[in-house]
């Protein structure tokens, strides 16, 4: 079945530490999106990427950082220099210019 | 800037009545893409509907529908016959080819039994 994996489900890291969170997907989706949700807010866009080897910043990129080497995988890793990252992380892919996002389950990610 | 407003935090309505959920953006372009996605306490982002701004028709699936006013810049979604598996959390969406997506801040829903 195509979808979008997400892993792992729920994390916990310690302060200082950098984590990455996986992001898969088997939809031949040109375009990949990461995205930040806190509790009772919208979404806010981190990084997103449109091919592969290229990405670009969104609203709030500050502490994070990925990389794209294959169409499939769209990893992001949330770095000690982010000061709060205790949120909600969904990664989105779609077709290039077409539109529509399909989402991931979704990442946890609390900070100890 | 595109911007998307949803004015209503919280709505309700009581199962097998109809809701309709409200949402404004602002964009200087004339074609683009406006979407509602729903979000239920799993917190999966699921696609409700479609509407591309260049078809006058408004869009449907089932028991959802928007109500689509591009001069006034308004995107709504009208569910009918509720139902509890409705209640979740409702984002409207903007893009614009090229661009990235840009969301509301959402409409928390509860259907009432």
């Known amino acids: 079945d195509g979808g979008i994996t997400q892993s792992p489900k729920y994390l916990f890291r310690k302060e200082g530490q950098n984590v990455t969170l996986s992001c898969e997907q088997n939809l031949n989706h040109d375009a990949m999106y990461w995205y930040r949700q806190d509790p009772g807010q919208g979404l806010r866009l981190i990084y997103y990427?449109?091919?592969?080897?290229?990405?670009q910043k969104g609203d709030i990129a500050e502490g994070y950082s990925v990389s794209r080497e294959k169409k499939e995988s769209f990893p992001l890793t949330v770095t000690s220099a982010q000061k709060n990252p205790t949120a909600f992380y969904l990664c989105a892919s779609s077709m290039r210019g077409a539109g529509t996002q399909y989402f991931g389950p979704g990442t946890r990610l609390t900070v100890l | 800037a595109q911007t998307v407003t949803q004015s209503q935090p919280e709505m309700s309505v009581q199962e097998a009545e109809t809701v309709t959920l409200s949402c404004t953006y602002d964009t200087s372009e004339s074609d683009y893409y406006l979407f509602w996605y729903k979000q239920p306490p799993s917190r999966q982002m699921i696609l409700v509907i479609r509407?591309?701004?260049?078809?006058?028709q408004n869009a449907t699936e089932n028991r959802f529908s928007v109500n689509f006013q591009k001069a006034a810049k308004s995107f709504s979604l009208k569910i009918s016959d509720s139902q509890l598996g409705d209640a979740a959390m409702y984002f409207c969406a903007y893009f614009y080819t090229g661009n990235q997506f840009y969301f509301g801040t959402g409409t928390s829903l509860t259907v009432i039994p």
């Open positions: 509407q591309e701004a260049y078809k006058q």
């Open positions: 990427s449109q091919i592969v080897n290229d990405f």
